[in-house]
């Protein structure tokens, strides 16, 4: 039975993005290659970034612009930046 609450899966299906075909997530492969926590696996809700073959790939499509993923990563090899201009998350008030 269904309570009325959504799962956190249930929610990210509802953001409204406009997808670019520029990314605006940009990564360090040698710096991150000698990365200890690859905390950036853990932190990102939307699972933008993914380990495949020993390195860090990122889904920019999946990023919610939340910005998490540049503050754990404390050997800077995640550059993010906001999307262009009539690109990335529409956020609505309400």
Known sequence: M???????????FLVKTKKDAASHIKINKKVCKHCEHKMCLVVCPAKTYEEKSGAIEASYENCLE???CRV?????AIVWENPRGGFGVTFING
């Open 2 to 12: 269904k309570t009325g609450k959504l799962s956190l899966d249930d929610k990210l």
């Open 66 to 68: 939340c910005g998490s």
């Open 72 to 76: 754990v990563c404390t050997d800077g």
